[in-house]
C-alpha cells in the first residue's frame, strides 16, 4: 500500500454537546490482528526478524504483521500471516479478510475497503 498516514486519531462520531469519540490507529490495527488470529488455519501474524524474535521470547504483539491506512474514513488493512499446514490458502484467506472487515466495521464504524493479505509461512504445528 503507497498511502501515508496523515494522521493517528479518526473522529468517527461527533455527538452534540457530548464531544467527540476517536480512534487512533493502534486500536484499528489490534482489532484487525485479533480478528486475523480467531480464524482456524492461521499460526501466527507474520513480521519481520525481530517481531519473531520477540514472539519466540513470550511477548505477544497483536500489531505484528498488520498495517492500516485510513482515509476519509475508509480503511485499507495489508496483513502478513503464517498459516498452519493443511488448510486451503484461499479459503482461509477469504474467512480471514471477511472475519477483519466485520470486526474493524461494528466496531468503529469505519468502512473497510481493502484486507490485502500476503502468506508468509506454514508452519507444521500451531503457534496458538
Known amino acids: 500500500m503507497s498511502k501515508e498516514e ?25 482489532i484487525a490482528g485479533l480478528a486475523a488470529t480467531e480464524t482456524k488455519g492461521v499460526a501466527s501474524m507474520g513480521g519481520n526478524i525481530t517481531n519473531e524474535l520477540v514472539s519466540r521470547l513470550g511477548v505477544k504483539n497483536l500489531a505484528r504483521g498488520v498495517k492500516v491506512s485510513v482515509e476519509e ?48 509461512n506454514v508452519t507444521m504445528e500451531s503457534g496458538k
Open 6 to 30: 496523515v494522521q493517528s486519531n479518526y473522529t468517527v462520531t461527533m455527538n452534540e454537546g457530548m464531544g467527540q469519540v476517536q480512534i487512533s490507529n493502534e486500536v484499528i490495527t489490534i
Open 73 to 120: 474514513g475508509k480503511v485499507d488493512v495489508d496483513l502478513t500471516l503464517n498459516l498452519d499446514y493443511g488448510y486451503s490458502v484461499p479459503k482461509t484467506s477469504q474467512k480471514v479478510q471477511e472475519k477483519v472487515k466485520a470486526a474493524i466495521e461494528n466496531m468503529t464504524g469505519l468502512i473497510v475497503e481493502n484486507v490485502n493479505i500476503k502468506i508468509a
